[in-house]
């Protein structure tokens, strides 16, 4: 791999996730390309605004719908990908809700990105943190989690919730054929789940999350 210039590089921060990406240096000028491509995702989402309107379901009718709709089955909780997207919840539920259970590990200083030493003692911190977590009894945070799958041949969407915590969230991968598949059928239960007025006038999560899916 060609080594970038120092000029050539950025620092990437993920400051409200369990990790973050740090590498030294300055930003380039983004291309044309990418450049356009923002200028037409945020005209969509500008028209996307304008056309949301309230009408909300609940998680369980919106797991209903997809199981009717399109076959939705749900994951059994000893299976790996299960384990590790509850277990990936809860570390991101912690942070958020209740930092302080972690007392000294709940704020990792970010490293010196010019100190290979640093940025390595970092990961190890952050490694540590993500080990106690998972360690905690259940009690810390409470949660309902579940997770569910679409299945198209051989590639999945996967439909992560929280019944507590009212998450919803969609993940996919596949072919290019199969993907457009999944972003139709992703849109589509984003609309059925929708929004209530509440969520439109305070701009909530849940509003955010369903312009974010259409506006793609």
């Not at 609940?58 to 277990?87: G, H, W």
């Not at 905690?136 to 051989?154: A, K």
């Amino acid at each position: 791999m060609k080594e970038k210039s120092k000029s050539e590089v950025s620092i990437i921060g993920g400051a409200d996730g369990p990790t973050s990406i740090f590498i030294a240096g300055r930003t380039r000028k983004k291309p044309l390309k990418v450049r356009i491509r923002n200028i037409i995702y945020r005209y969509r989402r500008k028209i996307v605004e304008k056309k949301v309107v309230a009408d909300s379901h609940t998680l369980d009718e919106l797991v209903q719908y997809a199981m009717n709709t399109y076959n939705l089955i749900e994951t059994n909780s000893t299976e790996r990908k299960y384990i590790e997207q509850q277990k990936n919840l809860k570390e991101s539920l912690i942070l958020q809700h209740k930092p302080e259970v972690l007392g000294e590990m709940k704020d990792i200083p970010k490293p010196d990105v010019s100190n290979e030493e640093s940025v390595r003692e970092y990961f190890c911190k952050i490694k540590t943190r993500s080990e106690m977590i998972a360690e905690m009894p259940d009690n810390v945070i409470p949660m309902n989690f579940h997770l569910y799958e679409i299945r198209i041949g051989d590639d999945s969407l996967e439909m992560e919730i929280d019944y507590i915590w009212n998450i919803f969230g969609i993940s996919y991968s596949g072919n290019k054929k199969v993907m457009k598949q999944f972003e139709k059928i992703s849109k589509d239960l984003y609309i059925y789940y929708g929004v209530s007025e509440d969520d439109i006038k305070k701009k909530t999560e849940r509003y955010l999350s369903l312009v974010t899916a259409l506006s793609s």
